[in-house]
């Protein structure tokens, strides 16, 4: 079976409740749609439990995209009153975008580890995919953070940057596909209509699995086989 997870950031309690749900095997897989940091406490904490699993494939977020470039840029400070004091250019600007969406404790977290544990950090941020596309049911899956960027159906999508898919905020009035599902987190639910508050959007085409999690509401994930929804 195929699973997706939407946006978990640092919700670890939340996190583990999904995979007991879940309890994925051996031959199943889980894909998580970015956002996996920040707002919650405990995003490194996530971090370093989906990077020992194999059956975890995780997905770049906007949280993620920000994040990798202020760490690495950072990898040898001390604080983060360091970082802030020391880093210049783009560096700079992605640290202080990633601390104005929350990434502070995030940020201090991974300052506290030891320089193995922060290279560990960085290396797995770095095998963090931009997209997946899946086929599960007799269905066609594109999962992306945040959207597609610029579509355009003769474009392939590996000719697309990370920004196309984690910076973007997709249009949920838009079918983006006829042949496919566009499967997303980034937008909580509730923001794409109040009905759907702490439920899953599903509608034109478009599949949205932020329910809020960060804000109190709920984890949300999907099985791409059977389209069951499971909550916690």
Request: proline share 3%; net charge negative.
């Amino acid at each position: 079976m195929l699973y997706v997870i939407g946006d978990i950031h640092g919700q670890k309690d939340k996190y583990f409740d999904m995979l007991d749900q879940i309890n994925p095997g051996e031959k199943d897989a889980v894909f998580v749609l970015g956002d996996v940091i920040d707002i919650g406490e405990e995003g490194i904490a996530i971090l370093q439990d989906m990077m020992y699993r194999p059956n975890i494939y995780p997905i770049l977020g906007d949280h993620e995209y920000y994040a990798r470039k202020a760490m690495a840029a950072m990898a040898d400070c001390h604080s983060l009153d360091e970082a802030k004091a020391t880093l210049e250019g783009e560096a700079k600007q992605c640290l202080e975008k990633w601390l104005s969406m929350g990434g502070e404790k995030t940020a201090e977290d991974f300052l506290a580890l030891d320089s193995e544990g922060r290279e560990s950090i960085l290396d797995y941020l770095g095998e963090f995919q931009s997209y997946e596309l899946l086929e599960a049911g007799g269905k066609t899956f594109l999962l992306a953070h945040g959207g597609v960027g610029n579509p355009d159906p003769d474009k392939d999508f590996d000719d697309y940057a990370d920004e196309d898919f984690a910076l973007t905020t997709a249009d949920y009035n838009k079918v983006y596909f006829k042949d496919k599902y566009l499967v997303t987190g980034h937008t909580p639910t509730a923001a794409i209509s109040p009905a759907y508050a702490g439920k899953v959007y599903s509608k034109k085409g478009h599949i949205a699995l932020d329910c809020g999690a960060a804000y109190g509401g709920r984890l949300a994930a999907l099985c791409l086989d059977t389209l069951k929804l499971i909550y916690c």
